[in-house]
Structures are given as C-alpha cells and as structure tokens.
C-alpha cells in the first residue's frame, strides 16, 4: 500500500508538471504545512489561496442565498431574525467552529426541528406552513451546549433572583461569596458583561473546610445544571514547569503530544461549566502565565496550536493564604473587616500584582460558627438517611446525638470536614455493621442516640414497638424539626432515659 501510494503520488506531480491535468485542492492550514510546504514540487507547482473565515455580515448574506434551499426541503419558511441569530448565536457559542459551516448548521438542525413540531400538530388540524423564528434558534443551540441562551423568560427570572436562597441550601454561611457571585451571573445572563473574558472570575480564600469547594460544587449543579458541569483541577499537581505543561498540553515531538492538554481538552468538550483552580498559591509561575490569557482574552492556545474559548466559564481559585490570621476571628463585622485587610496584603506578597488585577473579586471566606456547622450536621445527617431510605429503612435521630456530632466534629480550624468524618465514625460504621448483620433490614425504622458518657451508639429498631412506647426526640429522614424530650414526655408519658430501662423494648435497644 505505501509503495502503490508513493506511485501515484509520482504520477499526480509528473502529470501536474507537463500540464496534462489540472486541479483545485481544497485542505486545511495545517493538512498544508505538514503534506504540501514539505514536499517541494507539490510546494512549486500549487498556488496557495487563504480562504478567510467571513465576517458575520457576509455569513448572513451567504445564509440568505442559501435561504431557499432549506425552505424548499423542509417545506418552511425562514425569518430575516432567525437567520441574524443563527449567525450571531453560533459565532458566540460555538467557537471551536467557523462561519459559515456553523451558522449553516444551526438553521438546517432548526428548520429539521421545526419541521418535526409541525408534523405532529399537522395531525390535529393545523396546516399553515411553519416558519423558523429566533426562539427556534435559540432553542436548538441551547440543546447543543446545555445552557440556556433565550430571552430571560419570568420562571428564569425569579430562579436568577431568588439564586442566593438556592446556593445557601447546599452552603451554610458565607453570604458575602454567595451574593458576589450571583450578581456577576444575573448580569452575564442579561448580556451586561465584558463578552470577550470569561462571565466571571474569583478568588476565595480563607481557612480550610468552610465551603469554598462546595459553593464551586454547588454553582455547577444550581446554574449550569449538572455537577459534571464541574472541571476541578488541584494546583499541589502542577508545581513544576513540567506538570504545569500539562495543562495545555506537550508541544509537537514531545511525549504525550496526541493526548491533549488536561485543561484545554476538558473546557473544548465542555466549554460551558465552573473552572476550579484549588489550592492555586501552590502553582508553578508558568500556570499564572497561562491564567493571564484566560482572564484577560477568555481564550487560551494549547500545545497544537489550537485555541480554546474560554467566554462561557466561571473561574474560580481557591487559596488557604491567610489561615493564620483569619483563625480565632470573632463574628464582628469591624473585626472581620481588618482581618480582611491583612489577607489581602498578604494575597499582595504572593501574587503578581497584573494576576491579581484580573481577577473580578477577591472573597474572603469566615470561619464557621457553631450554629451553621449545626446547620451543616443537620444537611449532612440528612444525606444519611436518604440513603438509607432509598433502601426501605426509615432512620431517625435524636438531638442527643446530633449535639454529640457536632461537639466532636466542629474545629474552627478545619471547618466542617471533621464534622463528616465524625458522621462516618459514629453512625455510618455503626449502622453498615449492622446491616451487614443483618440487624437493620429493607422495611425497618430506627432510632439512633448515644450515651453521652461512655459515647456508644444506641440503636433502636422501632419495628415491633408500639406507637405510644415510643420516646425519644428526633430528626426525622425528610428533615423535620426536632421534638424535645419534655415534650415527648407530655405526649406518651416517658421520657427516653426512662425509656432505655422500660421492658417493654426489651432486645430492641442495642449498645456499641
């Protein structure tokens, strides 16, 4: 096969050579230098001919001219407005493509959509010709891209404006952080924002474990729908030159040239999504040059020369900078506002003074109260007992051992990590050893408390008690409030210490 494609090759040039044929060769810039600009006959005998990528003016024009073409297939009509947002919507979302291939694209996939809508409602009765309009256009290209690119409709509206309440659902506290970063997205989402850099980009700093990951996690599922819509890259991987090429990729006869750069790969399948750069103090210099292009042009080139569009992004860093002066900070705004002060002078030593210009915000983040890591127990002792519910076991807790949770969980200078991991020692070991015991089985309801002095886990199995000889307080599995003791006693008559020793439970209540 190589010497029969070398033979022909000889035949085409010695053909070209004498005149005896003529051709036109249509290939790609790259297709050029690599097969044409190294082959030096090929190179002598064509006349190169750059086809320019056409204006949006021109594109619209060549759509329609084309105009009737797709009328007369999908029997339809289509709007100068559609065709003007075909072309705009495309250049502006799909920058991995070129006019006039995309726009074409968009109104043939509308026109086929529009066509299809018409089809149905023609069997009941309508039979006037459809037109593709805008919303049709938007319509499609939102289902190319997984974000919504129509009008703010008033259910959209209401949803951006009510965003902080949403976020504060999965993120306890940190209002200042939460209310940033929704007003940068209600004014991107309007189209009031800097269209050639990203929709926004911030900084959040502050100690360990107070929810800046998680405001990251929670603004992917909430705005762009799916946590998938998350790229999370740690900076404690890229801490040389050599890991930080990585990030764009190995440039052409190096090592791992065909697989892509780790960032720009992960933005061109899905360029619509948070960008979270965490623990970013612990970078390579070489990642701050590259994070200049992202912030400043919303567009980065990776080690094959092609660019990466960055425009549709949230980028967000994260830096534990400033720990050892936010630790032991009180809950007064004038304190805090100094301690804020310090931060920043100290964000000021480690970074360069153009990187830190870029960014839209620089958050500092508090350290969690008692009370909203109470708040963040009761989300997350939640999150137990839905996973046991989808298992058929109804779950309950008492406000005896969530109190414990959360005294044994909640450290200022950790945040709410050790708060899960207390949650896992003390009822999530307890309860998987006793299913796989077969203690607690699909159909049962339990209690769980504890004895606050030798700290063992109490497991009731409710199924054979009877209603009345329940007592205790709890936390129902939908999240229900807490019922005090004192008033579990006025209901049933017996508290749950008297409870404990009451025969009646008899081999239901279990120590661990």
């Not at 065909?258 to 965490?278: C, I, P």
């Not at 000021?348 to 909203?372: A, G, Y």
Request: include cysteine; aromatic fraction near 6%; hydrophobic fraction near 35%.
């Amino acid at each position: 096969a190589t010497s029969g494609a070398r033979s022909f090759s000889y035949i085409l040039k010695h053909a070209l050579e004498r005149g005896v044929i003529q051709c036109i060769f249509a290939t790609t810039v790259n297709e050029h230098r690599l097969y044409m600009e190294s082959d030096i006959t090929l190179k002598r005998i064509f006349q190169p001919v750059k086809v320019v990528e056409p204006s949006v003016e021109e594109t619209i024009e060549i759509l329609k001219g084309l105009r009737g073409t797709y009328e007369t297939h999908y029997k339809l009509q289509y709007t100068d407005e559609a065709l003007v947002a075909a072309v705009n919507l495309s250049q502006q979302y799909l920058s991995d493509r070129f006019l006039p291939d995309k726009a074409i694209d968009l109104i043939d996939e509308a026109g086929s959509h529009v066509q299809l809508c018409h089809s149905k409602n023609k069997k009941k009765g309508n039979a006037s010709i459809p037109s593709v309009k805008k919303c049709d256009i938007q319509h499609v290209i939102s289902s190319w891209i997984g974000v919504p690119v129509s009008d703010v409709s008033k259910e959209e509206g209401e949803n951006l404006l009510n965003l902080e309440n949403i976020l504060h659902k999965q993120v306890i506290g940190q209002d200042e952080g939460i209310s940033t970063i929704c007003r940068a997205i209600r004014r991107a989402r309007v189209g009031l924002r800097n269209s050639r850099r990203p929709i926004a980009s911030f900084m959040f700093t502050g100690p360990s474990g107070v929810g800046k990951t998680e405001l990251a996690n929670a603004l992917a599922t909430n705005y762009y729908g799916s946590k998938d819509s998350l790229i999370r890259l740690d900076m404690s991987e890229y801490m040389d030159s050599y890991n930080a090429a990585r990030l764009i990729g190995a440039p052409p006869g190096y090592l791992g040239f065909d697989d892509g750069g780790q960032l720009t790969e992960a933005v061109r399948k899905n360029s619509h999504a948070v960008v979270l750069f965490d623990e970013i103090e612990k970078a390579h210099s070489d990642v701050f040059n590259l994070m200049l292009q992202i912030l400043d042009d919303g567009r980065l080139t990776d080690g094959k020369g092609q660019t990466v569009d960055f425009k549709s992004t949230l980028i967000i860093m994260t830096s534990n900078l400033g720990n050892n002066i936010i630790e032991g900070i009180d809950d007064k705004d004038s304190s805090f506002d100094h301690k804020k002060i310090l931060v920043m002078e100290e964000l000021k030593n480690h970074f360069r003074p153009e990187f830190l210009n870029r960014l839209d915000e620089i958050i500092v983040f508090k350290q969690l109260t008692r009370l909203e890591v109470k708040q963040i127990a009761n989300i997350m002792l939640r999150e137990v007992c839905q996973k046991l519910k989808v298992k058929d076991i109804n779950l309950s807790l008492t406000s005896r051992f969530r109190d414990y949770v959360i005294q044994h969980g909640y450290n200022p200078s950790y945040g709410a990590r050790p708060l899960r991991r207390t949650i896992a020692r003390f009822l999530e070991d307890t309860l998987a050893e006793k299913m796989l015991r077969k203690e607690i089985k699909e159909g049962d309801s339990i209690v769980v408390d504890i004895n606050d002095d030798e700290g063992n886990v109490i497991v009731l199995n409710k199924k054979n008690v009877k209603k009345e000889d329940l007592c205790t307080s709890f936390v129902d599995s939908d999240g229900g409030n807490d019922l005090a003791d004192e008033k579990r006693k006025d209901m049933v008559g017996i508290s749950w210490e008297e409870g404990l020793t009451n025969p009646k439970f008899g081999h239901e209540v279990r120590k661990v």
